[in-house]
């Protein structure tokens, strides 16, 4: 039990996919203008994030691993994550067109956001068992949804803010990213 805290707090905190580990920086930057915006996206990568770690965990055990295909990893856990963004992006534009709308192009981009891939990855090369696979994928996703949102949150205060022309916009957002990453550095040491 002790170490599926210590999995949780890492996937979360220390070991955040965006803020530490630098991966799925796309979506964060492009998506995160609204808190709204941001919470649906945070909400379809958990959802894909957290299938797709366990999909991809049982198909490099009992497929890819017995019939000696261990080099398709890549290839397999792409296809499977693709599969998945299309149901999330059909289900999605059935349930609510304007969260559609909203995330447009970042929405199918899901299928490459690398933050995906990595926790699928990372799972199989920590030798996490089923278990530990699916909590690690699900405290990764809310790790991203997290940093997503706090991000978003921030945006939307900067633009009400008086800000000096030059940092208006990309420049202060990647500031203020540079800035929310030292801030999670400070859980490094937790676990």
């Known amino acids: 039990m002790g170490s599926l805290f210590v999995i949780i707090v890492s996937g979360i905190l220390v070991?955040?996919?965006?803020?530490s580990r630098i991966l799925g920086i796309?979506?964060?930057?492009?998506?995160?203008?609204?808190?709204?915006?941001?919470?649906?996206?945070?909400m379809a990568v958990t959802f894909v994030m957290t299938l797709a770690g366990?999909?991809?965990?049982?198909?490099?055990?009992?497929?890819?691993?017995?019939?000696?295909l261990a080099y398709m990893q890549t290839v397999t856990f792409i296809l499977v994550i693709a599969a998945l963004v299309q149901f999330v992006e059909m289900v999605i534009q059935k349930t609510s067109p304007t969260l559609y709308q909203a995330l447009g192009i970042y929405l199918p981009l899901i299928t490459t956001n690398c933050a995906v891939l990595g926790v699928a990855?990372?799972?199989?090369?920590?030798?996490?068992?089923?278990?530990?696979t699916i909590v690690n994928s699900v405290a990764s996703a809310i790790g991203f949804t997290l940093a997503i949102v706090l991000f978003?949150?921030?945006?939307?205060?900067l633009e009400l803010?008086?800000?000096?022309?030059v940092f208006k916009g990309f420049p202060i957002a990647l500031f203020t990213a540079s800035l929310m990453s030292m801030a999670f550095m400070g859980f490094a040491g937790l676990v």
């Not at 070991?15 to 803020?19: A, K």
């Not at 979506?27 to 945070?42: I, N, R």
């Not at 366990?54 to 000696?68: D, E, H, W």
């Not at 990372?122 to 996490?128: M, P």
């Open 15 to 19: 070991n955040n996919y965006v803020l």
């Open 26 to 42: 796309c979506p964060f930057l492009g998506v995160s203008k609204q808190v709204e915006t941001a919470f649906g996206m945070g």
């Open 54 to 68: 366990t999909i991809t965990y049982l198909v490099q055990i009992f497929i890819l691993n017995r019939l000696g």
């Open 121 to 132: 990855i990372l799972n199989i090369q920590q030798k996490y068992n089923l278990i530990e």
């Open 152 to 157: 978003a949150g921030i945006r939307e205060r």
């Open 161 to 165: 803010s008086d800000i000096p022309e």
